[in-house]
C-alpha cells in the first residue's frame, strides 16, 4: 500500500477550562476537522472559530470571561483583538 502526506486529514481541537469558585471545572470546547487539502479552507480554526467558541462559553457560563492566549496567529491578529473588543 502506498500512503503519501497529501491525503492525511487532521483533527484540531480548541478548549477553555472553566472554573469557578464552589463549581465543579468545565471544558467547554469545539473540533475543526480537515477534510483533506481544498483551495480556499484553512486546516486549523480561524478567528470566527474561536470567537463561536468564545460566545457559546459566554451563554453557558452566564457570566464574564477571564482568557489568556498564547501567541498563536490566530490569537493575536488584529481582527481577533476586534472581535474580542466588540463583545
Known sequence: MRVTAAGIKRVSMAALICTKSGHRPRLIYRIHL??????????????????????????????????????????????MRMLIDAR
Open 34 to 79: 480537515d477534510r483533506g487539502p481544498a483551495k480556499g479552507w484553512r486546516k486549523g480554526f480561524t478567528e470566527t472559530d474561536y470567537a463561536r467558541l468564545l460566545d457559546a462559553a459566554h451563554q453557558q457560563l452566564g457570566g464574564p470571561i477571564v482568557l489568556v492566549w498564547d501567541n498563536l496567529n490566530t490569537h493575536v491578529s488584529r481582527s
